[in-house]
């Protein structure tokens, strides 16, 4: 299996949701499908080197992909909220 490569942009708002916005590092990492220790890495990372740390790879995952992503997942989290509603309401 080959090893997925994250953009600048990518990592940076990852980084922003927990730093700026005060989300929980695992529920960003679960949301975003990376694993938390990635995500606090690259928070220690910018943190001792800002946007520098994150320069030189190839095949990344552009911004785009990733609201895309973010997008991906919380459809899924609403649809399976909608079924559970659904399945509640036939008991009232």
Same mark, same amino acid.
């Given at each position: 299996? #080959? *090893? #997925?490569?994250?953009?600048?942009?990518? /990592?940076?708002? +990852?980084? &922003?949701?927990?730093?700026? %916005? &005060? $989300? &929980?590092?695992? $529920?960003? +990492?679960?949301?975003?499908?990376?694993?938390?220790?990635?995500?606090? *890495?690259?928070?220690?990372?910018? #943190?001792?080197?800002?946007?520098?740390?994150?320069?030189?790879?190839? &095949? $990344?995952?552009?911004? $785009? =992909?990733?609201?895309? =992503?973010?997008? #991906?997942?919380?459809? /899924? %989290?609403? =649809?399976? =909220?909608?079924?559970?509603?659904?399945?509640?309401?036939?008991?009232?």
């Amino acid at each position: 299996m #080959k *090893r #997925k490569k994250y953009s600048k942009d990518f /990592k940076i708002g +990852a980084i &922003n949701q927990v730093l700026q %916005e &005060n $989300k &929980n590092i695992s $529920k960003v +990492a679960k949301e975003l499908g990376i694993i938390p220790t990635m995500l606090s *890495r690259w928070i220690y990372e910018y #943190k001792d080197n800002g946007e520098a740390a994150f320069t030189g790879n190839e &095949n $990344k995952i552009t911004n $785009k =992909e990733f609201q895309l =992503e973010i997008m #991906k997942k919380k459809l /899924k %989290e609403l =649809e399976l =909220e909608n079924e559970i509603l659904k399945k509640f309401q036939t008991f009232l």
